[in-house]
């Protein structure tokens, strides 16, 4: 009994570690050039509704179980997206920042510097969304894994405006879709 115990211990963290390593190699970017044309904007309002707990209240009250369940494996997938894509963004982010560091403008390495460290926590955070979103899917009644990756989403979008501004202030950065 024990030893099947340590069996199945040892397959669920051989599980996350594979997965952590698969996502945090999928949230990587390659190419230097044209970094900032590879960014994807990600509309903020859509994201913040499927994290929103208060409507999967109102899905919950409203549809079935079995229904209540089928929508929300649907919305952690849409989530899910939402998070590889703002994962793929804070990667290159993290780049541009990166690059900026060099400059010799205190106020642009202070502005690259902010961007960067929000970028890292941001991947950090996508890369722990998203295996909890696999976890959330198989067992729809957790919590829901994301805001935390919305909240970093935003002030990412902030310093990458500030960043852009100071760097180019005739061309806008954008990270989030235009409504």
């Known amino acids: 009994m ?11 963290l051989s599980l996350i570690f594979i997965l952590r390593i698969t996502v945090s190699r999928s949230l ?34 409203r549809l079935s179980p079995r229904q209540f369940r089928t929508v929300r494996r649907e919305r952690l997938r849409a989530i899910g997206a939402y998070v590889h894509v703002a994962g793929q963004n804070a990667a290159l982010l993290v780049r541009i920042g990166t690059s900026a560091l060099e400059s010799g403008d205190p106020q642009i390495a202070e502005a690259a510097n902010r961007l960067v460290n929000d970028a890292l926590l941001l991947r950090r955070n996508a890369t722990y969304a998203i295996l909890r979103i696999y976890v959330t899917r198989a067992l729809p009644a957790l919590d829901l894994p994301a805001s935390a990756v919305l909240n970093s989403y935003e002030r990412i979008s902030a310093s990458a405006m500030l960043l852009g501004r100071l760097q180019n202030p005739a061309v806008p950065v954008r990270i989030a879709a235009l409504h």
């Open 2 to 12: 024990t030893l099947a115990i340590a069996l199945v211990v040892l397959a669920a």
């Open 28 to 61: 990587q970017v390659s190419g230097e050039a044209g970094l900032a044309e590879k960014i994807q904007p990600i509309d903020v309002e859509a994201f913040r509704n499927l994290v929103d707990p208060a409507e999967d209240d109102y899905l919950r009250r």
